[in-house]
Antibody, heavy 116, light 107 residues
Framework: QVQLQQSGAELAKPGSSVKISCKAS????????ISWIKQTTGQGLEYIGY????????YYNEKFKGKATLTVDKSSSTAFMQLSSLTPEDTAVYYC?????????WGQGTLVTVSS | DIQMTQSPASLSASLEEIVTITCQAS??????LAWYQQKPGKSPQLLIY???SLADGVPSRFSGSRSGTQYSLKISRLQVEDIGSYYC?????????FGAGTKLELK
């Protein structure tokens, strides 16, 4: 069955960076784009962007340009999102998602906590 | 960005009751709309896509409809396993945007 397995929770200091992974299994990795979504209590669900897992081409929501960097490693069927210059406002659960019809598949989420 | 205005923000309903949640798009998005269910501590799950198509494995008591730029999710007979939060998403124009969510509770 299709699975998107994300890396574990991160505790980071303001100004630092974190890199979250999303490992796909159960399907041909390059069949679907991988998108990333931020969820906070206050702002709800926000779309960060997506990466074409075949070409590596990316789209970023303007709000997250300079904050998020999306990459992919086809050899390990893994997508990555690096978040830089972290501030407390980046504290959230981050999901990867994808599928043939919208976000049919989701990772389990990665909690990123930014605190000094 | 396209704004998705979702209502109500919260809803309390009884078992077997009919429940309706709506999303109003700020501009025409055609059928580029999906609905997700999220239970506490879990990832969202796709319920409806293309405004009216039922996702694989989703019970037939869930349905989606469209009237112009207003979209609705209907649960025909509320079950206890339907308790959670619901979100709409538009994918007509980048960036995708989501409604603020509806928290559905049991009365």
């Amino acid at each position: 069955q299709v699975q998107l397995q994300q890396s574990g929770a991160e505790l980071a200091k303001p100004g630092s960076s974190v890199k979250i992974s999303c490992k796909a299994s159960g399907y041909t990795f390059t069949s679907y784009d991988i998108s990333w979504i931020k969820q906070t209590t206050g702002q709800g669900l926000e779309y960060i962007g997506y990466i074409n897992t075949g070409s590596g081409g990316t789209y970023y929501n303007e709000k997250f340009k300079g904050k998020a960097t999306l990459t992919v490693d086809k050899s390990s069927s893994t997508a990555f999102m690096q978040l830089s210059s972290l501030t407390p406002e980046d504290t959230a659960v981050y999901y990867c998602g994808g599928g043939p019809n919208w976000f049919a598949y989701w990772g389990q989420g990665t909690l990123v906590t930014v605190s000094s | 960005d396209i704004q998705m205005t979702q209502s109500p923000a919260s809803l309390s309903a009884s078992l077997e009751e009919i429940v309706t949640i709506t999303c109003q798009a700020s501009q025409d998005i055609g059928n580029w709309l999906a609905w997700y269910q999220q239970k506490p501590g879990k990832s969202p799950q796709l319920l409806i896509y293309d405004a009216t198509s039922l996702a694989d494995g989703v019970p037939s008591r869930f349905s989606g409809s469209r009237s112009g730029t207003q979209y609705s999710l209907k649960i025909s007979r509320l079950q206890v396993e339907d308790i959670g939060s619901y979100y709409c998403q538009q994918a007509h124009s980048n960036p995708d945007t989501f409604g603020a969510g509806t928290k559905l509770e049991l009365k």
